[in-house]
């Protein structure tokens, strides 16, 4: 037990020094030796943990999206009603941003930057679990999911997740636009988009009535 605590924490450690020196200089820049010497670990232990550089990456990036899922698979417990829900999935979101800025926005750039190999492999390694609990959330809200001409839940996904994006990248200046306001209230903030999403769905099932 006391070798399977350490061998957490020196995974641990190392994938902290590896997120920080990321987030500094970028994928290209740092080197197996620079994460070693910052995490005081040696290669060969980096490479026993995470298998390559790009592994270690994955993990990093990964670890700031499974805190967003834990969230969204939270927001599917049955006690709550369909606006709870989507209220729940959208702080969590947000909070994962707000809390670890650096680390979202090393994933932001990740996604920019990256060629075609690289954004497939995002997608399956990184973000696919992420998105796949939120659709699941949406589905499980909207009846019948994708069929009888609704709004798919991977869309209602896809706006709840740029909406957050783009109020946590542009907040600064949302706030001083008219009828920004809402970009420094962030519980006003949840509350439309709850309401956008509500009445997309209901919008449609009325129109397919």
Not at 2 to 24: C, H, V
Not at 69 to 76: K, Q, S
Not at 154 to 170: K, P
Request: aromatic fraction near 8%; charge should be negative.
């Amino acid at each position: 037990m006391e070798a399977a605590t350490q061998a957490f924490d020196g995974a641990d450690k190392i994938r902290r020094a590896a997120a920080d020196l990321f987030g500094e200089r970028g994928f290209d820049a740092v080197s197996i030796a620079h994460i070693a010497d910052r995490a005081g670990s040696s290669k060969a232990n980096i490479f026993h943990h995470f298998g390559s550089k790009e592994a270690l990456y994955f993990a990093v990036l990964r670890e700031a999206v499974d805190r967003s899922t834990d969230h969204f698979r939270d927001a599917m417990r049955a006690e709550l009603d369909p606006a709870q829900r989507i209220e729940r999935a959208i702080r969590g979101s947000l909070t994962v941003l707000f809390e670890d800025p650096e680390r979202a926005r090393l994933i932001f750039r990740e996604v920019m930057e990256s060629g075609p190999c690289r954004a497939e492999a995002l997608a399956n390694e990184v973000f696919g679990d992420d998105f796949t609990a939120l659709t699941r959330l949406f589905a499980d809200i909207q009846p019948g999911g994708e069929t009888d001409g609704a709004v798919p839940p991977s869309f209602l996904a896809h706006v709840l997740l740029s909406c957050n994006v783009m109020l946590f990248h542009c907040h600064q200046v949302l706030r001083h636009l008219p009828g920004g306001e809402y970009a420094e209230q962030q519980e006003h903030y949840i509350k439309m988009l709850r309401d956008v999403l509500l009445s997309s769905m209901r919008a449609k099932q009325e129109t397919n009535a």
